[in-house]
């Protein structure tokens, strides 16, 4: 079992940086690929990007491509989500994802930490 807590979230201007945190805890937490996704009200949950176990590898979605970073420390067990140059539709709950297959899918992670809210204002 592994719990997941984001943090970091708040409310930013347009063109701010925000870096949003989640602390991974339980058996072998920094064994397992991890995904950031997003939920806006009255929207389906979307891809934002994920990091291979080893951190090697980052994939995003195109929404986000080269505002966004991922990275991890495994052994803090801690991943990060850098968001630069944020817009208002970014402005969603933001989730950590871990387990299962490296995956663009939601329901490809078998763990998920509470979210935590980002507001971009104009």
């Known amino acids: 079992q592994v719990q997941l807590v984001e943090s970091g979230g708040g409310s930013v201007q347009v063109g701010g940086s925000l870096r949003l945190s989640c602390a991974a805890s339980g058996a072998t937490s920094s064994g397992y690929h991890c995904g950031w996704f997003r939920q806006a009200p009255g929207q389906e949950r979307e891809f934002v990007g994920l990091i291979s176990a080893s951190g090697t590898f980052t994939s995003f979605a195109d929404a986000v491509k080269g505002r966004f970073t991922i990275s991890r420390d495994n052994v803090k067990n801690m991943v990060w989500l850098q968001m630069n140059s944020l817009k208002p539709e970014d402005s969603a709950v933001y989730y950590c994802?871990?387990?299962?297959?490296?995956?663009?899918?939601?329901?490809?992670?078998?763990?998920w930490g509470q979210g935590t809210q980002v507001t971009v204002s104009s």
């Open positions: 994802a871990a387990g299962g297959p490296i995956s663009v899918r939601d329901n490809s992670y078998l763990y």
